[in-house]
């Protein structure tokens, strides 16, 4: 498309589109594992269902999407309809308290928006001019979406769900012990009264997280009118092989292609673990610490809930992905992709092993959970981001899309679904302890202990069975047909 025919304010307007399609998202699944387990009540077996039924409709969504978009309606359309339905389905999991019910509709969601995540990709390639030099700056817009409603709902939180009484009790429960301890007391009186005052203040943030659905069916309705401003953008023809995903699979078989599809679901476990129960991990350094300290000055920027807090990951993410792009002529893609499984390593070690490590080094707990969250942006710039470089440059142009969706279709399908189911029905009952009358007890060592076994050992099968040199197959171009690295908000 030349310049002059390029719609006025053409980056703006697409990266607004960016901002409100990943805020959307971002204002509810860092918080929904809390909220389900939390405030509704179900089990960690439900929760994992739940969690992997959205999944499972990611993975049905866009071949549905794809033949509806292709062939009868234009992007900007379709984007219309699927975010005004999106807005009304993510509203009623605001409300609904029966598992089966809840369920049903994170399919039907799934369904709905996981498809957005690509289409509003493709409409930006579509009407960009130079992909490689424009896509960049926009699609950041859609991290800095992710960020801002992350930390809105943690200052919601914070306002309006943190009852003054309840941080009062908790800490008039602190002071006492740390008078008792102090002392050369007993503390075990004293102990147990501050973890009930901090089930109580969590008790009341999981439900008011409710209302980060409702922002989000908010967001989604804005967004929607918002769609059929956009440039218009008509369906378009299929020209690729209809066997491209049969080629795709056969040039996956080869190295180092074979490592990378074989250490890809194991990664996602872990990344799966790090959005599932981090939330909850952080509400409880938040709470137990949350007016002493640094950990005041935190809380008062990212709100409480995690949520907000987990934000800083994304912001690391902008950076190492900014910098990927200035060191990957110059540093192998083998010693990135490690660079990230070593960052997986330590951020499950810092939580799993975070009361030794605050006694060694006399770091708060606060502090050691932010390098924790931090990492996350090197586990996802260095691995998930370098990986979709690596398949695009190792498959022939005439099946790259498809390998592209192959790999993204096993990273947020297959790896969100296994991971899902064994980071909740498997490791989380297994790591926690049910006290009746009184808040669970969860063995964090155990819960974020298997998780960093899991990304050391992928990291060692990388390290013996990668390649240390891949030639390229062919330079990557700036076609338009082409997939594009990045799919996943991260």
Same mark, same amino acid.
């Given at each position: 498309?030349?310049?002059?025919?390029?719609?006025?304010?053409?980056?703006?307007?697409?990266?607004?589109?960016? =901002?409100?399609?990943?805020?959307?998202?971002?204002?509810?699944?860092?918080?929904?594992?809390?909220?389900?387990?939390?405030?509704?009540?179900?089990?960690?077996?439900?929760?994992?269902?739940i969690l992997a039924a959205g999944a499972a409709g990611a993975i049905v969504g866009p071949f549905i999407a794809g033949q509806i978009a292709d062939r009868h309606?234009? #992007?900007?359309?379709?984007?219309?309809?699927?975010?005004?339905?999106?807005?009304?389905?993510?509203?009623?999991?605001?409300?609904?308290?029966?598992?089966?019910?809840?369920?049903?509709?994170?399919?039907?969601?799934?369904?709905?928006?996981?498809?957005?995540?690509?289409? /509003?990709?493709?409409?930006?390639?579509?009407?960009?001019?130079?992909?490689?030099?424009?896509?960049?700056?926009?699609?950041?817009?859609? +991290?800095?979406?992710?960020?801002?409603?992350?930390?809105?709902?943690?200052?919601?939180?914070?306002?309006?769900?943190?009852?003054?009484?309840?941080?009062? $009790?908790?800490?008039? $429960?602190?002071?006492?012990?740390?008078?008792?301890?102090?002392?050369?007391?007993? !503390?075990?009186?004293?102990?147990?009264?501050?973890?009930?005052?901090?089930?109580?203040?969590?008790?009341?943030?999981?439900?008011?997280?409710?209302?980060?659905?409702?922002?989000?069916?908010?967001?989604?309705?804005?967004?929607?009118?918002?769609?059929?401003?956009?440039?218009? +953008?008509?369906?378009?023809?299929?020209?690729?092989?209809?066997?491209? /995903?049969?080629?795709?699979?056969?040039?996956?078989?080869?190295?180092?292609?074979?490592?990378?599809?074989?250490?890809?679901?194991?990664?996602?476990? &872990?990344?799966?673990?790090?959005?599932?129960?981090?939330?909850?991990?952080?509400?409880?350094?938040?709470?137990?610490?949350?007016?002493?300290?640094?950990?005041? +000055?935190?809380?008062?920027? =990212?709100?409480?809930?995690?949520?907000?807090?987990?934000?800083?990951?994304?912001?690391?993410?902008?950076?190492?992905?900014?910098?990927?792009?200035?060191?990957?002529?110059?540093?192998?893609?083998?010693?990135?992709?490690?660079?990230?499984?070593?960052?997986?390593?330590?951020?499950?070690?810092?939580?799993? =092993?975070?009361?030794?490590?605050?006694?060694?080094?006399?770091?708060?707990?606060?502090?050691?959970?932010?390098?924790?969250?931090?990492?996350?942006?090197?586990?996802?710039?260095?691995?998930? =981001?370098?990986?979709?470089?690596?398949?695009?440059?190792? /498959?022939?142009?005439?099946?790259?899309?498809?390998?592209?969706?192959?790999?993204?279709?096993?990273?947020?399908?297959?790896?969100?679904?296994?991971?899902?189911?064994?980071? #909740?029905?498997? &490791?989380?009952?297994?790591? +926690? /302890?049910?006290?009746?009358?009184?808040?669970?007890?969860?063995?964090?060592?155990?819960?974020?202990?298997?998780?960093?076994?899991?990304?050391?050992?992928?990291?060692?099968?990388?390290?013996?069975?990668?390649?240390?040199?891949?030639? !390229?197959?062919?330079?990557?171009?700036?076609?338009?047909?082409?997939?594009?690295?990045?799919?996943?908000?991260?």
């Amino acid at each position: 498309m030349s310049e002059v025919a390029r719609p006025p304010m053409l980056r703006t307007r697409l990266s607004l589109m960016m =901002f409100l399609q990943y805020a959307i998202w971002g204002a509810w699944l860092p918080i929904l594992y809390p909220f389900l387990l939390g405030h509704r009540g179900f089990s960690l077996d439900q929760v994992g269902a739940i969690l992997a039924a959205g999944a499972a409709g990611a993975i049905v969504g866009p071949f549905i999407a794809g033949q509806i978009a292709d062939r009868h309606f234009s #992007t900007e359309r379709f984007l219309a309809v699927s975010h005004l339905i999106g807005a009304g389905l993510v509203f009623a999991l605001s409300t609904i308290d029966m598992f089966w019910a809840f369920l049903a509709v994170s399919i039907f969601y799934g369904i709905v928006y996981a498809p957005t995540l690509a289409l /509003t990709n493709s409409l930006s390639f579509h009407h960009l001019p130079n992909r490689d030099r424009d896509f960049g700056p926009v699609r950041v817009w859609g +991290t800095i979406g992710w960020i801002a409603a992350g930390i809105l709902v943690g200052q919601w939180l914070a306002a309006q769900h943190s009852p003054a009484e309840l941080r009062e $009790a908790l800490s008039a $429960a602190r002071a006492a012990l740390e008078q008792i301890t102090a002392a050369s007391g007993n !503390p075990a009186g004293a102990q147990a009264t501050l973890d009930g005052a901090t089930a109580a203040l969590g008790d009341a943030q999981n439900a008011g997280r409710a209302d980060a659905f409702r922002l989000s069916a908010i967001l989604g309705v804005v967004m929607g009118f918002y769609c059929l401003t956009l440039p218009r +953008t008509p369906p378009a023809r299929n020209t690729g092989s209809e066997n491209a /995903t049969v080629e795709a699979i056969k040039e996956c078989k080869r190295q180092p292609l074979l490592m990378l599809f074989l250490i890809a679901v194991p990664v996602s476990i &872990v990344h799966q673990f790090y959005f599932v129960h981090t939330a909850d991990f952080l509400t409880l350094i938040q709470n137990r610490t949350g007016d002493t300290g640094l950990a005041d +000055t935190i809380n008062t920027v =990212f709100g409480v809930g995690g949520g907000g807090l987990m934000t800083i990951g994304q912001m690391t993410e902008v950076a190492v992905i900014a910098l990927i792009g200035l060191v990957s002529t110059k540093v192998g893609r083998k010693a990135l992709l490690a660079i990230g499984l070593v960052a997986y390593t330590l951020r499950m070690a810092l939580f799993a =092993f975070m009361p030794e490590i605050t006694a060694a080094t006399g770091l708060p707990e606060i502090g050691v959970a932010i390098a924790g969250v931090a990492l996350h942006g090197v586990c996802f710039g260095s691995f998930i =981001f370098v990986a979709f470089m690596v398949v695009d440059e190792q /498959t022939t142009p005439d099946v790259r899309a498809s390998a592209q969706n192959l790999f993204n279709l096993v990273i947020v399908g297959i790896g969100i679904i296994v991971g899902s189911w064994f980071a #909740t029905s498997i &490791v989380g009952n297994a790591a +926690t /302890t049910v006290v009746e009358g009184g808040p669970d007890i969860v063995d964090y060592r155990l819960l974020f202990g298997i998780p960093m076994a899991i990304a050391a050992a992928c990291l060692l099968a990388l390290l013996v069975g990668y390649p240390s040199k891949a030639t !390229p197959i062919e330079p990557a171009r700036s076609d338009p047909a082409r997939s594009e690295p990045g799919g996943e908000a991260g």
